[in-house]
């Protein structure tokens, strides 16, 4: 793989950073807000139903994101100009 | 923003840039990150109470993504895990007992204190120490750098023993070890991580490489398959006695997300002892930082 100057390969990560940036923002708006009363309500009334349902939660954003993250890397092509040519330039093999 | 639950008010930027650098330590060094994450969410004013169980619940988060991203790579043992993961529960229960008896003498604080110290320094010293005996041995007899390590002699014993039932662990490259080695070091970490109230994988990462001889790679992405089981069941726990905020975890989590990715990517650029060298400076941080707090006040407050 051709290597990229320090410079660009910076500037592409911080595109990343912005998408994600967004998209983090969006999630906020759309997801977070809605659930303070319930986990709220949750955590006065049944702690353990409160402890398995963030659990839950907890696995299901890991998932999601994980799911999301990959997608942007592999189908959106940014795997082949961000934080992987970086580590390639800085790399020992 | 305002969280209900610990009842403060964070920027959630704050709260994501800890999960993000945390998440990169996390997926590259294949640790939970308690000892380093406790303290800077305890400086963005987070109640302590909830700096410990909020913890353990986006750890639990970043460890399953970081173990999903290891495991594509091929760098998870399922097999030692799972049989890791018995000798870890009896031993994080073992030292929460402890605990409990040091409490109640009251020199709770001093003990885990000075005990945290001791074992951060001593892994750091001989990490470090190891990590660059490895690389000059791949410099210098010109070995394979993914099998350079410069203290065997520890694992070749240990794997010498043949106290029955013998397993293999094909994933790691062990052909036959005896089981008790390996709940061993499971119930050791387990020991050590309930007793000075983190995820242990600062502990168990090394252990798994010098005591049991697993390739570096491996050792991490098998330390973070643990650390799912151990942090999830400490959420639990948590929650019930109401010291966890669910979606300040959450918020940490998104950060921790990308980091983890990032991390765990790094693995696959970076060799072995390098991974090992830059993991010493690690405990090393975390010993300086049990120095300050107890120097300023004491562990906890």
């Known amino acids: 793989m051709k290597r990229m100057e320090p410079g660009i390969l910076f500037r592409n990560l911080l595109v990343e950073i912005v998408i994600y940036s967004v998209l983090i923002f969006l999630y906020y708006l759309l997801v977070l807000r809605w659930l303070d009363d319930w986990l709220l309500n949750l955590f006065q009334t049944n702690l353990v139903f409160y402890g398995i349902a963030g659990l839950g939660l907890i696995f299901i954003q890991a998932v999601l994101l994980d799911f999301v993250t990959s997608y942007l890397m592999k189908f959106i092509k940014l795997d082949q100009f961000g934080i992987r040519r970086i580590l390639d330039v800085f790399s020992d093999r | 923003m305002y969280f209900p639950i610990a009842d403060v008010t964070i920027n959630p930027i704050l709260l994501m840039s800890v999960g993000f650098l945390v998440g990169i330590l996390g997926g590259f060094f294949g640790v939970g990150g308690g000892f380093l994450a406790g303290p800077m969410m305890f400086w963005t004013g987070v109640p302590m109470n909830f700096v410990v169980g909020t913890d353990l619940a986006h750890m639990t988060g970043k460890s399953l993504v970081a173990t999903r991203r290891h ?69 210098t007899d010109q070995i394979d750098v993914e099998k350079a390590v410069g203290f065997q002699g520890l694992a070749r014993r240990i794997q010498s023993v043949k106290i029955p039932p013998m397993v293999s662990f094909p994933v790691s490259g062990i052909e036959c070890i005896s089981l008790w080695m390996v709940l061993g070091v499971g119930l050791f970490t387990g020991l050590l991580a309930g007793s000075l109230g983190v995820g242990g994988g600062f502990i168990r990462m090394p252990l798994l490489i010098y005591v049991l001889g697993i390739p570096t790679h491996v050792a991490v992405g098998t330390d973070l398959f643990e650390i799912v089981f151990s942090s999830a069941f400490g959420t639990i726990t948590h929650a019930i006695k109401g010291n966890v905020d669910i979606l300040m975890a959450l918020v940490m989590q998104t950060g921790a997300a990308i980091g983890a990715q990032i991390g765990a990517t790094a693995t696959r650029f970076f060799a072995g002892p390098r991974i090992r060298l830059a993991f010493s400076a690690l405990p090393l941080m975390g010993a300086i930082m049990v120095i300050f707090r107890l120097v300023s006040g004491g562990m906890g407050h």
């Not at chain 2, 998870?76 to 000798?87: A, E, P, S």
Request: glycine content about 12%; hydrophobic content about 55%.
């Open chain 2, 71 to 139: 495991r594509a790579l091929g760098h998870v043992d399922l097999k030692l895990g799972l049989y890791m993961v018995l000798g870890t529960v009896i031993g994080v229960e073992i030292g929460a007992r402890i605990i409990e008896a040091l409490q109640a003498t009251g020199t709770i604080e001093l003990t885990i204190g000075i005990t945290y110290i001791v074992i951060l320094v001593l892994i750091s010293g001989f990490t470090a120490w190891e990590s660059i005996r490895a690389i000059q041995m791949v410099r």
